[in-house]
């Protein structure tokens, strides 16, 4: 009975010293709030720099934006965008440019992406291969034989594990030019 008599002054105590927490941090966080993050422009389009291993796609080129193929999901990246580090699953990796017209799209099998405070992205990936380019009778061969090498491969193997990636690869690949496999 004593500890039921005591509670409800012992809950009004508690929010009340919150409330005074909290309306002392908003006072002190106010002037922060308010004023401006930085006195220079935002920039208006972003800088991408699009790395291979063997090669370079562009080195501090402006574009619009571009759209990434994230492990969690596709999102798209603009100037002015929040610091990001991603990684990339197979997919299409679009750049829309200045200029406007078409997105120039490039399969990708992978890698990361890192968007900075200062609208610069960087993106690096094994390989990437401008859409057009992909042949979809090779990408349905390709994905039929990755399909008998898991098959035929021994559980828990090396082998089936790449016969595993290529048929994921092969799968995104057809995904990217519109035709189903599997």
Known sequence: FFFFALYPRIKHQTTANMLCRLTSNSRRLAPTLLR????EAAPTNLTIN?????STIYDSKEVSSVIIPGLAGEYGVTAGHSPIVSQMKAGVLQILHVDGGEAEKYFVPG???????NSVTDITCPDAVPLDDLDS????SNYDKAKKAYEAAEE?????ANAQIDMDTNRAMAAAVGVTVG
């Open 111 to 117: 890698g990361f992406a890192l968007s900075h405070e």
């Open 50 to 54: 699009f790395n291979l291993p063997t």
């Open 137 to 140: 009778s090779l990408i349905s």
């Open 36 to 39: 401006p993050l930085s006195s």
């Open 156 to 160: 828990g193997s090396e082998d089936k």
